[in-house]
C-alpha cells in the first residue's frame, strides 16, 4: 500500500498534508469502526449472494473482515496517515490481508451510504444505552418516593414562591414523569434511525445487480430507504436524537438546580451523601453539590449541538455534501456528556437523605392553606372570585397587622372555627385528593401508574439481543405527566 488516499486516480498531485489535516475525521470517527465491520460483512455476504464475488473471494474477505474485528477490539490496529476515516482505514487493512478480493469489498458501495449505515448501527446500540441510564434514573426516583411517608411533604413552588404543600413523593415523581418522556422520545427516534441506506451508492443507486433488502434483512433493519438521494443525505434522525438528548439535558438541569437550591443552607430540605459531594480548595467548611451544577451546566452544551446541526443541515443541498462529516462529534459527545450526567445524578438522588422536619416546617405555613379556605367558602355557595378576594384581605391583614391568620379566619363569617382547622399542619396536603395531586390517595395510585408503565419500557430495553435491564425497581413510563 502506498500513502495515497484510496481515491487517488483522478487527482493527479499527492494530497496537501493541510487539506488531509482539514479533511479527515478518523480522530473522531474511529469509535465507528466495529459498526462499519458489521456493514461490511453484510455487504460481502450481499455481494456473494448476488454473485459479485465467487466463494473463495467471500471467504477471505469475511476472514479479512473477521481480522480487523479483532484488531479494533485488542487495540492492534494500525493506522496509516493516509487514513481519512475509519471506513477507508478498515477497507486498506482488508485489502492488504486479503489481496485482489479486498479490493472488491467497495464493489456497489460509496461511503456515503457506507457511513450513513455505519452510523445507523451506532446510534441504535449507543442510544439503547443512554435509554437504559435514563430508566435508571427513573427506578431511582420511583424507588426513593415510595419510600417516604405520608407525613414527608414539603411546600410547592409558582415563582418559586410558596404555592401549596405537596408529599415530597409527589414532587419526585414530577421528574421522572419527564424523564420517562424522555425515555420515550429516544425509542421513537430510534425506530426512525431504524432504516437501512446501504444500497444508495453515492446518491442514485447502481447498476449491479445489488440486493439492499438482503443487507437490511442480515443487520435487523425492520425498512430500508425508498429513496437514494434521501438515503445519502438524511440525518433527520440524528437531529432527532441530539433533540431528545438536549431536552432530557434540560430535565436533568432542572433537577440539578432543584438540588443546589434544597441542600443549601436557607433550604436545608436535602443533605447529600459525603460520597457525591465536594469540597472547596480554600474554604473548609463548604459541602458542595458540583454534581447538580454540572448537570445544570452542561445543559447548554447539548442544546448547542442541536443547534450547530440544525445550522449544518438547513441549507444543504441534495444529496451528499461534505458538511455531513459535521454529524459525528456532535452526536458523540451527546451521548457521552449526557450519560455522564444520568450516572452522576442517579448516584446522587440514591444516596441523598431528606430532612423531613424541615420540609414540613416551611410547608405548614398557615397562608399555604390559602387555596383551601377560599375552596371552603365555594363548598358554601361564594363564587370563586368572591371568595379568593376574601381570603386574600384575610392574608394582606395577617400581614399588615401582625394577627394570626387563624384568628381572622375565626372571626371571619362564612369561615369560623370549621375552616380554621385547615390551617393545621398537614392538612393541607391531605386534602389533595384529585387524579394526578400532590396528596397521599392520588400519589399511591399515582406509584403504581407509574410501576405499571416503566414495566413496558422495560420490556422493550429487554428485547432479545439487546442491552440487559439491571433490576433497579420501577419508574414511570409511556403517558408522562
Not at 199 to 226: K, M, N
Not at 401 to 430: H, K
Not at 435 to 458: E, H, I, S
Amino acid at each position: 500500500m502506498t500513502g495515497r488516499p484510496l481515491w487517488h486516480g483522478r487527482l493527479g498531485d499527492e494530497m496537501a498534508s493541510e487539506l488531509m489535516a482539514f479533511t479527515a475525521s478518523l480522530p473522531f470517527d474511529r469509535r465507528l469502526g466495529p459498526d462499519d465491520v458489521t456493514g461490511s460483512e453484510a455487504h460481502v455476504d450481499m455481494l456473494a449472494h448476488v454473485g459479485l464475488l465467487s466463494p473463495a473471494e467471500h471467504r477471505a474477505v469475511r476472514d479479512a473482515l473477521g481480522r480487523v474485528r479483532a484488531e479494533l477490539t485488542d487495540g492492534t490496529f494500525a493506522f496509516q496517515p493516509a487514513d481519512e476515516d475509519v471506513h477507508t482505514a478498515i477497507e486498506r487493512r482488508v485489502t492488504e490481508l486479503a489481496g485482489d478480493a479486498g479490493a472488491k469489498l467497495h464493489t456497489g458501495r460509496s461511503r456515503n451510504d457506507q457511513v450513513a449505515l455505519a452510523l445507523r448501527l451506532w446510534v441504535r446500540r449507543e442510544g439503547r444505552a443512554v435509554a437504559l441510564r435514563i430508566h435508571e434514573l427513573c427506578a431511582v426516583l420511583v424507588e426513593r418516593a415510595g419510600e417516604l411517608d405520608d407525613d414527608v411533604y414539603l411546600p410547592g413552588y409558582t415563582h418559586l414562591q410558596h404555592a401549596q404543600p405537596v408529599l415530597l413523593a409527589h414532587h419526585l415523581l414530577a421528574h421522572a414523569w419527564a424523564l420517562g418522556r424522555d425515555l420515550d422520545r429516544m425509542r421513537d427516534a430510534l425506530e426512525r434511525a431504524a432504516v437501512c441506506p446501504l444500497g444508495a451508492g453515492a446518491l442514485a443507486g447502481s447498476s449491479l445487480p445489488l440486493d439492499p433488502d438482503h443487507v437490511r434483512r442480515s443487520l435487523g433493519f425492520p425498512a430500508r430507504f425508498e429513496n437514494s438521494l434521501d438515503a445519502v443525505s438524511d440525518r433527520d434522525f440524528v437531529a432527532e436524537l441530539l433533540f431528545a438528548v438536549a431536552l432530557c439535558g434540560v430535565h436533568l438541569s432542572r433537577i440539578g438546580e432543584e438540588v443546589v437550591l434544597f441542600t443549601s443552607e436557607e433550604f436545608g430540605f436535602w443533605r447529600l451523601d459525603d460520597a457525591w459531594a465536594t469540597g472547596s480548595s480554600m474554604l473548609p467548611q463548604k459541602k458542595n453539590p458540583d454534581v447538580a451544577e454540572l448537570a445544570r451546566g452542561k445543559a447548554g452544551r447539548l442544546i448547542g449541538h442541536l443547534t450547530g446541526l440544525l445550522t449544518t443541515l438547513k441549507g444543504l443541498p441534495l444529496a451528499y455534501n461534505r458538511d455531513l462529516q459535521e454529524d459525528k462529534e456532535p452526536l458523540f459527545d451527546a451521548f457521552d456528556t449526557l450519560s455522564g450526567a444520568l450516572v452522576a445524578l442517579t448516584g446522587l438522588l440514591r444516596t441523598a437523605t431528606f430532612d423531613a422536619e424541615r420540609m414540613r416546617a416551611a410547608a405548614d405555613s398557615p397562608f399555604a392553606a390559602a387555596t383551601d379556605l377560599a375552596e371552603h367558602l365555594v363548598t358554601r355557595g361564594v363564587p370563586f372570585r368572591e371568595a379568593h378576594a376574601v381570603v386574600g384581605n384575610l392574608v394582606r391583614q395577617a400581614i399588615e397587622r401582625g394577627i394570626p391568620l387563624d384568628e381572622l379566619v375565626a372571626a371571619q363569617p362564612g369561615l369560623g372555627d370549621e375552616a380554621r382547622s385547615l390551617l393545621q399542619p398537614g392538612a393541607a396536603v391531605r386534602r389533595r385528593r384529585t387524579p394526578g395531586g400532590g396528596g397521599p390517595q392520588p400519589v399511591a395510585a399515582q406509584l403504581k401508574a407509574a410501576r405499571d408503565l416503566l414495566r413496558r419500557q422495560q420490556a422493550w430495553l429487554l428485547e432479545p439481543g439487546q442491552t440487559s435491564v439491571r433490576d433497579e425497581g420501577d419508574g414511570p413510563g409511556r403517558r408522562g405527566g
